[in-house]
T-cell receptor, first 119, second 112 residues
Framework: NAGVMQNPRHLVRRRGQEARLRCSPMKGHSHVYWYRQLPEEGLKFMVY????????ESGMPKERFSAEFPKEGPSILRIQQVVRGDSAAYFC?????????????????FGNGTRLTVT | QKEVEQDPGPLSVPEGAIVSLNCTYSNSAFQYFMWYRQYSRKGPELLMYTYSSGNKEDGRFTAQVDKSSKYISLFIRDSQPSDSATYLC????????????FGKGTRLSVIA
């Protein structure tokens, strides 16, 4: 998992607050993916971004969630007005290119996640 | 029916045992199949990758894909306590921009 940096590692928010999760991809990677892992659940795709573009946001909840990957700086996953159901581990992954994500030609490298707890 | 089904376990085996992990899936469009290993409080790391049907071996690990049965397996030979982790299957369609679909993961404990 070396290379993909996520921060903070742990984030506690009260209901109604905003949560900002940051992800710096591996050096040279221009593709970023966000996944959510609920307790006892597998990883669920949320959004796929390239620099300054959202490519696929089919897994994002329609309200309160947004993501960006600016030209400079990390990718940000933003959750507004958090609710208890948002408590989960949020993982970011990066890849170097447009080949099938997860293949050895373009492997997905995951960060160690941000664990969000909403109280 | 979920796209990818995986028994969450937990699975507990003695050191040295052969471990068999598997997933079934419903979407016949899946072409790329992967196994990830996830240690507690860490992100998943790619373990094995297979395209279409067939077998792939890497050291103590063997991945098998049977597309006719929509069934994939991961075998671990001579299991070690360090193999104790959650194993996630993942798969993707034949488009470069298609995100991975993961199983829930199987928690494995190898007892010394």
């Amino acid at each position: 998992n070396a290379g993909v940096m996520q921060n903070p590692r742990h984030l506690v928010r009260r209901r109604g607050q905003e949560a900002r999760l940051r992800c710096s991809p591996m050096k040279g990677h221009s593709h970023v993916y966000w996944y959510r892992q609920l307790p006892e659940e597998g990883l669920k795709f949320m959004v796929y971004l390239q620099k300054e573009n959202i490519i696929d946001e089919s897994g994002m909840p329609k309200e309160r969630f947004s993501a960006e990957f600016p030209k400079e700086g990390p990718s940000i996953l933003r959750i507004q007005q958090v609710v208890r159901g948002d408590s989960a581990a949020y993982f970011c992954a990066s890849s170097p290119g447009m080949q099938v994500a997860g293949s050895y030609n373009s492997p997905l490298h995951f960060g160690n996640g941000t664990r969000l707890t909403v109280t | 029916q979920k796209e990818v089904e995986q028994d969450p376990g937990p699975l507990s085996v003695p050191e040295g045992a052969i471990v068999s992990l598997n997933c079934t899936y419903s979407n016949s469009a899946f072409q790329y199949f992967m196994w990830y290993r996830q240690y507690s409080r860490k992100g998943p790391e790619l373990l094995m990758y297979t395209y279409s049907s067939g077998n792939k071996e890497d050291g103590r690990f063997t991945a098998q894909v049977d597309k006719s049965s929509k069934y994939i397996s991961l075998f671990i030979r001579d299991s070690q306590p360090s193999d104790s982790a959650t194993y996630l299957c993942a798969m993707s369609r034949n488009s470069g921009n298609t995100p991975l679909v993961f199983g829930k993961g199987t928690r494995l404990s190898v007892i010394a």
